[in-house]
């Protein structure tokens, strides 16, 4: 697509084109976050300073990030402690790929917070303060 000039155009659904999903998007089925407060709190931030709204994707930006994914999954993992989180309820990244990178990481932890979405740290205090005690234990167990 990049080389036939569509590299400016944006991504196909299920990606949002030019509109920004977060800033426009009802509730009701949104990807991002479980929390409805979490959620009008957002679009009301983007409201009051649109120029942080982004759009969806180009189908050149697409392209870029899936190959540098893909490039830096044949690379072994550095041997540095990794903390990663992911919501029992996430839509929008490949979990099984996330599942296999933190297996192959040596010193790798997958942290899961139950029924959040993409977006943990605009969940409810609930799901939030058990993810920030473990970043917080995390970067104080290597701190010198």
């Known amino acids: 697509a990049c080389t036939l000039g569509l590299g400016s ?5 299920p990606a949002t084109g030019p509109v920004c999903y977060a800033a426009t998007g009802a509730f009701l089925g949104n990807t991002l976050t479980s ?5 009008e709190a ?23 990030s899936l190959l540098e994914c893909h490039l830096l999954g044949l690379r072994p993992s550095p041997a540095v ?24 990481w040596p010193g790798g932890r997958l942290l899961r917070v139950a029924g959040a979405r993409h ?4 969940e409810s205090h609930a799901r939030r303060a058990p993810l920030l005690d473990a970043i917080a234990k995390h970067f104080s167990a290597y701190t010198p």
């Open 35 to 39: 929390d409805r407060a979490e959620w």
């Open 42 to 64: 957002m679009q009301a931030d983007l409201r009051a300073h649109p120029e942080v709204q982004i759009a969806g994707p180009t189908v050149r930006w697409l392209y870029q």
């Open 9 to 13: 155009s944006y991504a196909p659904p």
């Open 81 to 104: 402690p990794m903390l990663t989180a992911l919501g029992g309820d996430e839509m929008i990244v490949d979990i099984p790929a996330i599942e296999d990178r933190v297996a192959r």
């Open 119 to 122: 977006e943990l740290l605009m």
